[in-house]
């Protein structure tokens, strides 16, 4: 199997969305929402003796430590991709991320790689070469045929959540979806405030305005009012995967749990009622006892692990993280 980099965006979307059961965030669109925020990408594509493709992985410089830079499968305002597979290649996972690693042309300047993966098959042949593998992320992903939101609100929700659905749906609500670049700085100005309150990192607006530049009527925004509380959410909708992506949150001061369920609850709803199955609640922690995960659980979703690693492949860096005793 030989790996290359690619420019053709027919033939990685091609593979990505028919053969490999990609994401969205696997798509050419993605690539080019990520250039325009100054990632700079390799995209390499597995070659089968036939010259089918077999397999692929996104890869974007991010900087590592003075000169030296990491090829990364997870640039900010991503979900991760990682190595990704056809079925029938599925079953060679390990070799063809040998292949992948020794694909990589080494540089002076290139301490490693950053894998993100939701493939535990990749995760535990990592684990098995020696490379340390984290897996304190994920996200939670509700099937909604399975699980529909009344299901959810009869089995999940506990007495005074569905005492405060009630309360404000009784409650003067109004809900507005809109993809207009007035909505988007509103709703910019809400999440902002929300994550500066958490001491959070903000995604600029320059990024939410690429992303609705690209993908167009497939990127909404999502505002819950009432008269007493505004909440909103950024919404990327995978429509090849049946697929809502819940992207951001942001809710007026001061902050209220109870807005934010019912907010994620509208969504549900939207998302069931335009011929969405699936919703991904967004990142958090895969600790139970966590107050992230276990706000997202009541939903009812499975947990999905992404697990992380970095793999050193400068000989100058991988000796002084020996002298240091990092793996």
Not at 67 to 85: A, D, N, Q, R, V
Not at 95 to 113: D, N, Y
Not at 182 to 208: D, N
């Amino acid at each position: 199997m030989k790996w290359n980099e690619t420019e053709d965006a027919a033939v990685w979307d091609g593979f990505t969305r028919t053969k490999a059961q990609g994401t969205i965030y696997d798509s050419w669109k993605w690539r080019n929402v990520l250039e325009s925020q100054g990632h700079r990408p390799i995209y390499l594509l597995a070659t089968d003796a036939r010259g089918a493709v077999q397999g692929c992985c996104p890869f974007y410089y991010e900087r590592y430590r003075g000169p030296t830079w990491m090829l990364t499968t997870w640039p900010e305002y991503s979900e991760p991709s990682g190595p990704l597979f056809s079925p029938e290649a599925s079953s060679r996972a390990s070799e063809l991320v040998e292949s992948l690693l020794h694909s990589i042309p080494t540089s002076i300047s290139l301490a490693g790689i950053h894998i993100r993966t939701t493939n535990k098959n990749i995760a535990d042949y990592l684990s098995k070469s020696g490379v340390r593998i984290h897996d304190s992320a994920g996200f939670f992903l509700v099937d909604l045929q399975e699980t529909p939101p009344e299901t959810i609100r009869a089995k999940f929700f506990k007495k005074h959540e569905r005492q405060t659905l009630r309360y404000f749906e009784e409650n003067d609500l109004n809900v507005s979806v809109t993809g207009d670049q007035r909505s988007i700085e509103e709703f910019h100005a809400l999440y902002s405030q929300s994550m500066l309150r958490k001491g959070y990192a903000v995604e600029p607006l320059p990024f939410l305005t690429a992303v609705s530049k690209e993908f167009q009527d497939s990127f909404k925004i999502l505002f819950v009012r009432t008269r007493a509380a505004k909440a909103a959410g950024a919404l990327l909708l995978d429509r090849d995967r049946g697929t809502v992506h819940l992207m951001q949150v942001g809710y007026e001061r001061p902050p209220s749990h109870s807005i934010l369920l019912f907010s994620d609850w509208v969504t549900m709803n939207w998302a069931r009622e335009n011929g969405f199955r699936f919703i991904n609640m967004g990142n958090g922690s895969s600790n139970p006892n966590h107050a992230n995960f276990r706000s997202k659980k009541r939903f009812g979703g499975a947990f999905v692990t992404r697990y992380w690693c970095n793999i050193y492949l400068s000989p100058l860096v991988r000796g002084l993280r020996s002298i240091l005793g990092r793996r």
